[in-house]
């Protein structure tokens, strides 16, 4: 499995379709904020959820085998034991990486995954991680002076 930076950040800067099973609709949803922080980046994502037609723009799938182009990177926001169903969908369309999301750790899914010739990524955000290696923490809100580690002056007494 991939647990290193380098790997991530290969994978990050080589993979440039992501087939986002579990998008949600809901602008306050973390999948869709994943999801728009991505296509931003230049990353062309591919909702896949069987409630919607379209998801920020883009033609939404009910099942990865329905997707007609080649995907790079299958990112789950589903339950843990949900991924292993996925990740047969993920080797039958031949993308090359599956990942688990934040919280989302199926080892066997991985394994299955890994043993298929993908690469695997547990337990991390695809966001976050692009934020940390390629300098997007930003829009996160880091560097909108939302966020402050000062006192408040209305605080000070």
Not at 7 to 32: M, T
Not at 49 to 67: F, H, M, T, V, W
Request: hydrophobic residues 45%; aromatic residues 8%; positive net charge.
């Amino acid at each position: 499995m991939v647990d290193d930076i380098p790997g991530l950040r290969r994978i990050l800067k080589k993979s440039k379709v992501i087939a986002v099973v579990g998008l949600s609709a809901d602008w306050f949803r973390p999948s869709y904020f994943a999801a728009k922080y991505m296509i931003e980046h230049g990353y062309t994502v591919i909702p896949v959820n069987p409630k919607y037609d379209a998801i920020l723009g883009q033609k939404c799938y009910k099942s990865l085998r329905e997707i007609p182009v080649k995907v790079d990177i299958v990112d789950c926001f589903r339950k843990t034991e949900d991924i292993m169903p996925i990740a047969e969908d993920a080797i039958a369309i031949g993308a090359k990486v599956l990942w688990q999301q934040l919280g989302v750790k199926n080892v066997e899914a991985a394994k299955k995954a890994e043993a298929a010739g993908l690469e695997a990524v547990i337990d991390r955000c695809v966001k976050i991680e692009h934020g940390r290696l390629f300098g997007g923490l930003n829009w996160c809100g880091v560097n909108t002076k939302v966020i402050s580690a000062k006192r408040p002056q209305w605080l000070s007494y």
